[in-house]
């Protein structure tokens, strides 16, 4: 894969990029059908999870988080209506998923690889972006914000495969990847395609004694689920792009839920 790989970033420049004419190729993305069961699957083949808590510990700490959105102390009732319908559940399993499982997953699914940069497991540039293609992400998606009394949220673009390319080794403090689905754009047919990628090892755990990793680790997959539910970064919030800060809160605000709730709709319908 890796020849297949490098031929492919050598030609990100031109528009549309290899990645999403792949898209295009491997087809649409099957509606939701108004299913509101979302599943957090956690693919972790080494283990890397026990450096931080028992995966049971992480799984419950996650899906208790995300079955309390629609109960955010201060959230705007309507918001809390939209919310509640959605069930999460949250799967830790030790594989890497096989070509066939993740042609599998469909619109409610949340993969989210656990992978590192150091060590025997280390996985290269390459390798990432190879999953990247498997996984079918397009080289540009959006995030997006509340503002005013729009209809709908504010979006940025995120360049997929140019930021893996220079965060994933060279960007030790970089410890996850959020990529949403084309939610907000009417009839995409790359909605379905977000995929989330955690840093472990390295500055993951560095200085940190293990007390205080269980509380890292999901903070991380909280920040992260934001942006794959379709959040931009948000200076002193969860959605802080810096770690220190965003560390230091345990809930969306009212804002980011009114776009989450829109980004699950939209999923979902
Ligand atoms: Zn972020």
């Not at 998923?97 to 599998?104: E, G, K, L, M």
Request: hydrophobic share 40%.
């Amino acid at each position: 894969m890796g020849s297949i790989t490098r031929s492919i970033t050598a030609l990100f420049q031109g528009a549309p990029s290899i990645a999403e004419r792949l898209a295009r190729i491997q087809g649409p993305c099957r509606g939701g059908g108004g299913n509101r069961n979302i599943k957090v699957r956690i693919f972790d083949q080494h283990q890397f999870i026990n450096d931080m808590a028992t995966p049971a510990e992480v799984v419950n700490d996650l899906q208790t988080f995300l079955n309390g959105l629609d109960t955010t102390p201060g959230l705007d009732p309507p918001i809390a209506t939209g919310l509640a319908p959605y069930n999460f559940t949250v799967n830790y399993e030790t594989i890497t998923p096989s070509r066939a499982q993740i042609d599998s997953f469909d619109v409610n699914d949340f993969p989210i690889y656990f992978l590192t940069t150091t060590g025997l497991f280390k996985s290269s540039t390459d390798s990432v972006l190879d999953l990247l293609v498997a996984n079918r992400i397009p080289e540009l998606t959006f995030v997006g914000r509340r503002q005013d009394a729009l209809a709908q949220p504010v979006l940025g673009p995120v360049r997929t495969y140019t930021i893996i390319k220079d965060d994933w080794e060279d960007k030790p403090s970089v410890l996850g990847f959020g990529i949403p689905g084309v939610y907000f754009v009417p009839n995409s047919q790359t909605r379905c395609r977000k995929l989330g990628i955690i840093k472990m090892q390295g500055s993951m755990i560095e200085n940190l004694p293990f007390p205080k990793r269980r509380a890292k680790i999901v903070s991380i997959l909280r920040h992260e689920l934001g942006h794959m539910f379709g959040l931009t970064h948000e200076n002193n919030t969860l959605m802080d792009p810096n770690y220190d800060v965003n560390g230091t809160f345990t809930q969306y605000t009212n804002d980011q839920l009114w776009v989450v709730v829109r980004a699950l709709d939209l999923l979902t319908s």
